[in-house]
């Protein structure tokens, strides 16, 4: 089975394909009316592939499993920078999509991809994201260690950009970790989150 | 947003103020600093609202190990207990790392 990466997508036909241990919420029954979408989740794939649920609020997130014969379609983050073009009105006057569009000439020459309530909305047309929604960059990591100083310098101009405080999530396979916590070395280790969970490593661009 | 506030019996006091983690979304800060008083006093603001038992849960265990006489300042983003709990042990492992 071809693995997938966090962060992607997928589309299935029906809430019943969700495999859980607790009850299905309300909201998640109401969203499944009009977008049957989940998001890979960071974790093992052997059989079953680790899924979330998002709903319109944040704190509606739920947690299930899905088998890989009941994926209909897959959307990788970096696959949901091109709907960029499709939103339009006053949706493309929301911060974050203002935002989106403004780095797109920023981050030229890296790979990657929008996450989050803006890769949602972009996949599915639903009116997810809001005033205060984040821009999510997820960036697969550069073949080359990116200097600190390099590193420092993307990181102030997004901030430029989006006028407010922006980090990009540096992503290989399963594995990622925060650009802002390598440019700040505020100590020896950082953490990578992993398929088994978070780590404390002592360098991002090696494991 | 809520703000949640817990104290800790507390047994190892510091010395340096620490600083660890990052502003960004499934993470968390931690800032610790040396205090005057006998215990452990957090003062953690969140993003997800209602995981105050989650919170104290998480906690419970980290003190039992780990008594850091301090103050605690968390500033959180929707962190899962797992990357709350290795923060709070590379906060207490930067105590000793070289300046």
Redesign the interface.
Known sequence: MERLEPHTLVKISSVEQVDTDEEIPEWVSTIFKVATYVIVRRGPQEGKIPVGIRGYE??QRFAGWIAAKDIVKTITPGETVAYLNSVSGIRAKLPAFRVANKVIPLLKGYEWGIG?SLQFELATGLPMVKQSS?L?IIMQRPQTKMEISTAKELLESLKIIAGT?A?I?IVNGQNGF?L??YV?Q????M?M?TEH????VMDPWEI | MEKLNFKFEATQPIDKPVHVGVVASGDLEVIMRPTESKDATLAIVTGSDGFGEVWNNVLTRFFARYPLQADFQINDFGATPGVVNLRLTQAMEALNDEE
């Open positions: 944040k704190y989050g984040d999510d405080h980090d999530q925060s802002e916590e700040q505020r100590s020896s280790k953490m989150k969970g978070p780590q404390l």
